[in-house]
């Protein structure tokens, strides 16, 4: 008999020996979930004691699998739980009750307020990347929430977290979602529609960016491109923008037009040695100086891409600056701190514009359009475009004038002195094809 070989046929695969055991924790999970939240609804019956019920689900877990591997994935799954279980008291009941789906039952929760700010702090978890071995990963987590007020049965408690959850998903990543036994108004209905739309686009990469060139206007000469989100389906640039704007699907859409643009640089950049002065410059929501963590989710972009951060200008709008004072100097300060340039954009368009050279760390000022369209017609807007040319230079501040759509605004502003500029009589919006032709001229 061989013995060698009889050890060999009986000794268990340790790959499905962990499956095994995993398959059996969840389902041990899956058991003491269901009697807690029966006890639950229990006692909501007899004492009338609210509770929330927390569908959590890890967003890109299919990507980070893809990308590193179902052993990398599970390290971290089991990170995350463990800083979903810091949030936790001795009462509560946490159980993962799939893959990347975690449950989170709370007693001592009971009202909409308290339940959304834990959702606040889940979410907060996720700012940061999640150290995995030697990776730094990035994660969001969507949010179900189901605040338990009358008895159910727990079926219809399980429905309730699990439509809400995919409320959560339809307004994009990193989104929450309170239940309501409200009926839905059919504006919020085509509301939600039109943002699963949205969501559904940037996930299958139908946004992309284009590239507006901006030249220095004495000499014709590219410096750069301004980065805008195009969407082939919609004819209208603003309604889409100002539809992610309303909600925080615009922290996503920047993400995802920043990422895709940082690579084209980088190709630029090393093509050939003329082209490693060429900058972009990003138009970003504000959301992405207040929202903690979200300036770190940057850097890391500029950092993983390896991007010379000083040919990148982050354009801000100047009426958002003001809102967020003291949230937006300090962020500033720290992507001003690794070498991006700071845009102050549709400058002249608020009210505390002057105050803005003073409060806020920026090296460029965008002239708004607007300004460009009438200062051929209105000696007040050409008087004001002088204005902030002066103050700007005496400041050190660059000035890029947009909108320039004929060549005697171009030869305005070549005569008044400013130095950088981009309008359709320069070039139209391009994408990343038209640009590869334009630097091999």
Not at 257 to 268: E, F, T, V
Request: glycine letters at 4%.
């Amino acid at each position: 008999m061989n013995k060698e070989r009889l050890s060999t046929q009986h000794e268990p695969n340790n790959a499905k020996l962990i499956a095994l055991a995993l398959s059996s924790s969840l389902r041990t999970q899956r058991a003491l979930f269901l009697t807690q939240l029966k006890s639950a609804l229990q006692q909501l019956q007899k004492t009338q004691q609210n509770f929330v019920l927390l569908l959590i689900k890890i967003d890109n877990m299919a990507d980070v699998e893809q990308n590193f591997g179902s052993e990398l994935s599970n390290k971290l799954i089991s990170i995350i739980r463990h800083h979903l279980q810091s949030l936790t008291s001795s009462n509560d009941c946490l159980v993962n009750l799939q893959g990347d789906e975690f449950a989170l039952l709370k007693t001592d929760i009971v009202d909409a307020d308290s339940a959304i700010r834990l959702a606040k702090e889940i979410q907060s978890q996720f700012r940061f990347s999640f150290q995995v071995n030697n990776y730094k990963i990035l994660c969001s987590s969507s949010i179900g929430i189901s605040l338990q007020q009358d008895p159910h049965t727990v079926s219809q408690v399980l429905k309730d977290a699990d439509i809400a959850l995919k409320n959560a998903q339809q307004q994009g990543l990193g989104q929450y979602h309170l239940s309501t036994a409200s009926p839905v108004l059919a504006e919020n209905t085509v509301a939600i529609q039109q943002q699963e739309k949205l969501t559904r686009a940037i996930i299958n990469n139908d946004i992309l960016p284009y590239y507006q060139p901006i030249i220095q206007l004495n000499s014709n000469q590219l410096v750069g491109f301004e980065v805008i989100a195009h969407w082939q389906e919609e004819h209208q640039e603003d309604s889409f923008i100002s539809l992610a704007e309303r909600t925080d699907i615009i922290i996503t859409l920047d993400l995802h037009i920043m990422y895709q643009a940082c690579l084209q640089l980088k190709r630029w950049h090393d093509s050939h040695v003329n082209n490693k002065q060429i900058m972009l410059a990003m138009n970003l929501s504000v959301k992405h100086l207040i929202l903690e963590g979200a300036v770190e989710h940057l850097i890391f972009i500029i950092q993983q891409q390896q991007i010379p951060p000083h040919r990148l200008v982050f354009e801000f709008r100047e009426h958002e600056f003001m809102a967020h004072n003291k949230f937006v100097i300090r962020a500033l300060k720290k992507l001003r701190h690794i070498g991006v340039q700071v845009g102050l954009d549709d400058f002249c368009t608020g009210f505390s514009s002057l105050n803005a050279f003073f409060q806020y760390p920026i090296d460029f000022v965008k002239i708004d359009r607007s300004f460009t369209n009438r200062m051929l017609m209105s000696k007040k807007d050409l008087s004001l475009i002088r204005v902030i040319r002066d103050i700007s230079h005496d400041m050190g501040f660059k000035v890029i004038v947009e909108g320039i759509d004929t060549q005697q605004q171009h030869a305005k502003l070549v005569e008044l002195g400013c130095e950088f500029g981009q309008g359709n009589y320069i070039a139209q919006p391009m994408d990343y094809t038209q640009v590869d032709r334009l630097l091999e001229l």
